[in-house]
């Protein structure tokens, strides 16, 4: 047992050595000190070999290929009834391998617009382009519209060409994909598009003004104001796209729309309190909700 002056000794050789008074007891006591002594803590949830697989199947899982541990922990509570912590899930992903470097530092960019916050579906969309190869090098364009309030890819268009009209394509696609028509029901919808050449065209102004759609636009190299539809062609890339290799026009189109479905029916979302979209959409129609 240590007398009150030797605490005080102690304490003051904590001090002049500049390190926490519990590690120095540590070191005199011989229990370890330094952050490589400490003994790894027994996880018995984390070691549960059922739970590691069934971690396993969820990640090895087509189109699972890029989920992080907060969408398979979801997964588990919905498709097993499994309520594990996230760190646990965390754990074990990264023993299997499959977790990977968390991004650091990234540029920040001021916003122009404010962001869009709709509280009901078919209030405010946004519109995109991306662009992509077949085997043969044949440059595709594909435009995505998505409703930022239920994150559900409403249009989309793919073509070998990029101009106002297949713009125009992919809008109407969205219009006919949400039973919109008349003027009455589109005067509450807000578009909000980059400054490209095709959404500035006057055909495609024109278009709006006819089906009486507000446009918007973004500030300039300013992504984050139309990030809804950044992200979702981004993960349309990396869940779809870049993971395979077309050779023709209409096997791309197939495989894209099959994925739209997947996206629109399947994919949970974790702005949408990992619902799906078409969850997400019920749950906003529903007389409950209103």
């Known amino acids: 047992m240590l ?88 754990a074990i992903m990264h023993a299997l391998g499959l977790t990977q470097e968390r991004l650091r530092w990234k540029a920040a960019r001021p916003r122009r617009i404010e962001r869009m916050a709709p509280d009901a579906p078919n209030r ?75 959404p500035c065209s006057k055909h495609f102004v024109e278009t709006l003004g006819h089906l009486g759609i507000r446009s918007q636009y973004t500030g300039y190299n300013a992504p984050d104001d139309n990030a809804f539809v950044e992200r979702v062609i981004r993960t349309i890339k990396e869940e779809e796209i870049w993971p395979n290799s077309f050779d023709m026009w209409s096997e791309a189109h197939a495989a894209i729309d099959d994925y739209v479905r997947f996206y629109n029916n399947n994919r949970i979302h974790s702005a949408l309190d990992y619902r799906t979209p078409i969850e997400a959409e019920a749950a906003c129609l529903s007389p409950k909700a209103a």
């Not at 926490?20 to 803590?41: D, E, L, M, N, Q």
């Not at 027994?42 to 907060?70: F, I, M, N």
């Open 3 to 90: 007398h009150r002056s030797d605490l005080d000794s102690a304490a003051r050789l904590a001090r002049a050595m500049e390190i926490p008074r519990a590690t120095f007891h540590r070191w005199v006591s011989g229990s370890g000190g330094g952050r490589g002594a400490r003994t790894a803590r027994k996880r018995p949830v984390a070691e549960d070999h059922g739970l590691v697989e069934k971690v396993r199947e969820l990640c090895s899982r087509e189109r699972h290929a890029t989920y992080g541990h907060r969408r398979i922990r979801a997964l588990l509570l919905k498709e097993e009834g499994l309520r594990v912590n996230r760190k646990t899930v965390l």
């Open 124 to 198: 405010a969309w946004q519109i995109d382009m991306t662009s992509f190869a077949l085997s043969d090098l044949t440059p595709l364009f594909l435009i995505v519209v998505i409703d930022c309030c239920t994150r559900k890819i409403v249009g989309w268009s793919l073509d070998r060409r990029c101009r106002a009209k297949e713009w125009v394509s992919a809008l109407r696609t969205a219009l006919d994909c949400q039973g919109l028509g008349d003027r009455e029901q589109l005067s509450s919808l807000v578009l909000r598009s980059d400054n490209g050449a095709q």
